[in-house]
């Protein structure tokens, strides 16, 4: 088994601040933990506009704390988001997200996230070398 916890990641190398500014996701589960998917504890801040496109991974993304939005640019959808709200891009939309305040997040990714990932400018990830046993 293995625990940790947020004060501990906090500041550290798990810690990882978007080059734009936007967000801070403190990673609590990375790839080299070998269990398939990464979890992520993640501030939006208040006022940020991100364009994202998660090609290589699926993300489910859970909102703790905050409001703001969602919108898929296939079809312009815009989706309201405020604590107890989760949306998966099951399909690897392409969104913005938008915090109208500071939101909280616990972010999922599959395949896991290897560690200090910003995204490129396209908003994705590069695909990573998932652990496999
Ligand atoms: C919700 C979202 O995708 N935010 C960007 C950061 C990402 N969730 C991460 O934690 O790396």
Do not use: Q
Request: aromatic share 8%; charged share 25%; glycine share 10%.
């Amino acid at each position: 088994m293995i625990v940790r916890r947020l004060d501990e990641i906090m500041n550290g190398e798990r810690d990882v601040r978007a080059a734009n500014g936007n967000w801070e996701s403190r990673r609590l589960i990375l790839n080299d933990d070998a269990v398939g998917f990464s979890l992520h504890d993640t501030v939006i801040h208040a006022g940020g506009e991100t364009l994202l496109w998660y090609k290589h991974h699926i993300e489910a993304v859970y909102c703790i704390e905050g409001e703001g939005e969602v919108e898929t640019t296939a079809d312009g959808k815009v989706y309201p988001i405020s604590a107890g709200t989760v949306y998966l891009l099951n399909g690897n939309e392409r969104h913005w997200l938008r915090a109208r305040t500071t939101m909280r997040m616990v972010c999922v990714f599959n395949p896991p996230v290897t560690g200090r990932e910003d995204h490129d400018a396209d908003g994705a990830y590069r695909p990573g070398a998932e652990y496999r046993s």
